[in-house]
């Protein structure tokens, strides 16, 4: 055995010597290609892992930003029916202050009424005391003289058929005292059944979720109307008139149809009557959003 390496030359290499060389070799060559292919697959399933992770990230952001987007939109609609909410409340609350009023009205127009029947009634009395001390008066005068007795009788009987005329008189004015009363239980009975009436047309159904919503302003400043509009891609409201308005509306309605959800907003001191309010929220309701083309 020699210590020294094999020279490789062909010249120095005999048939027996080649072949053992060059398999060892074709066997360093192999098992580096083997050792490389190994590194090579670790680092890929290396690259893959992380890959994987960053898609995994990738939906996990994805999923986060569709959640947050679904909450706003949550949060808008519940505003916009938080808004018309307080909207119809603060009608119910007008319109219960203007019936307030007119009771109040009618109600003193009949305490003045009893007022004077009662007047009328003490006006009665008086003349029946006086009548009474006439009567006390011409009997004693009977005693005196059968034709004063006479004279007294028929003045006895005229005053009796006044009195009588007065008692008809009262019982009249209570006949109307009781019209009277009907008629204020009637009222309340009609503001009753308007409420129930006004109460079916706010149903619960109503929502603005998946609808396009727009916004309304109507108030009274200075004796004049005011009316400002919102579409649902602006920020804020834009002062525009009735015409205008329905312009937009009838756009907005051909382009969205039965998704047309629209928000009349009230103010507090709107400077509107009830009437004022009911019907301009009515009509623009009516025509325009999706709840009442159904």
Same mark, same amino acid.
Do not use: C
């Given at each position: 055995?020699?210590?020294?390496?094999?020279?490789?030359?062909?010249?120095?290499?005999?048939?027996?010597?080649?072949?053992?060389?060059?398999?060892?070799?074709?066997?360093?060559?192999?098992?580096?290609?083997?050792?490389?292919?190994?590194?090579?697959?670790?680092?890929?399933?290396?690259?893959?892992?992380?890959?994987?992770?960053?898609?995994?990230?990738?939906?996990?952001?994805?999923?986060?930003?569709?959640?947050?987007?679904?909450?706003?939109?949550?949060?808008?609609?519940?505003?916009?029916?938080?808004?018309?909410?307080?909207?119809?409340?603060?009608?119910?609350?007008?319109?219960?202050?203007?019936?307030?009023?007119?009771?109040?009205?009618?109600?003193?127009?009949?305490?003045?009424?009893?007022?004077?029947?009662?007047?009328?009634?003490?006006?009665?009395?008086?003349?029946?005391?006086?009548?009474?001390?006439? #009567?006390?008066? !011409?009997?004693? %005068?009977? /005693?005196?003289?059968?034709?004063? =007795? $006479?004279? @007294?009788?028929?003045? *006895?009987?005229?005053?009796?058929?006044?009195?009588?005329?007065?008692?008809?008189? #009262?019982?009249? !004015?209570?006949? %109307?005292? /009781?019209?009277?009363?009907?008629? =204020? $239980?009637? @009222?309340?009975?009609? *503001?009753?059944?308007?409420?129930?009436?006004?109460?079916?047309?706010?149903?619960?159904?109503?929502?603005?979720?998946?609808?396009?919503?727009?916004?309304?302003?109507?108030?009274?400043?200075?004796?004049?109307?005011?009316?400002?509009?919102?579409?649902?891609?602006?920020?804020?409201?834009?002062?525009?008139?009735?015409?205008?308005?329905?312009?937009?509306?009838?756009?907005?309605?051909?382009?969205?149809?039965?998704?047309?959800?629209?928000?009349?907003?009230?103010?507090?001191?709107?400077?509107?009557?009830?009437?004022?309010?009911?019907?301009?929220?009515?009509?623009?309701?009516?025509?325009?959003?999706?709840?009442?083309?159904?």
């Amino acid at each position: 055995m020699h210590d020294e390496f094999i020279d490789l030359r062909r010249a120095n290499l005999s048939s027996d010597s080649f072949w053992p060389s060059f398999t060892d070799i074709m066997t360093v060559v192999v098992m580096i290609f083997l050792i490389t292919s190994s590194l090579l697959m670790v680092r890929n399933w290396e690259l893959i892992e992380q890959l994987r992770k960053s898609m995994v990230a990738e939906e996990i952001a994805t999923q986060q930003i569709l959640n947050t987007s679904e909450e706003n939109a949550t949060l808008e609609e519940q505003l916009a029916q938080a808004q018309h909410e307080i909207s119809m409340l603060r009608m119910q609350m007008m319109h219960a202050s203007e019936q307030n009023s007119r009771l109040a009205n009618t109600l003193e127009d009949k305490e003045k009424q009893v007022i004077v029947v009662l007047s009328e009634n003490q006006q009665l009395q008086n003349e029946i005391a006086e009548n009474t001390q006439k #009567i006390v008066l !011409l009997t004693s %005068q009977l /005693e005196n003289s059968s034709t004063d =007795l $006479a004279a @007294l009788r028929t003045n *006895f009987i005229e005053q009796g058929e006044e009195l009588k005329t007065t008692r008809d008189q #009262i019982i009249i !004015l209570r006949q %109307q005292q /009781e019209t009277r009363t009907r008629e =204020l $239980a009637s @009222l309340q009975d009609d *503001f009753g059944s308007l409420k129930v009436k006004y109460d079916k047309l706010i149903k619960p159904a109503r929502t603005a979720k998946g609808k396009y919503v727009v916004s309304v302003f109507h108030e009274r400043k200075n004796d004049k109307t005011v009316i400002r509009f919102k579409d649902a891609n602006d920020k804020d409201y834009t002062t525009v008139g009735e015409k205008d308005l329905y312009k937009r509306l009838d756009a907005l309605k051909k382009k969205h149809g039965k998704s047309l959800y629209v928000k009349i907003v009230i103010p507090e001191k709107s400077g509107l009557t009830y009437s004022e309010a009911w019907e301009f929220m009515k009509k623009i309701l009516e025509k325009y959003d999706y709840y009442y083309q159904q």
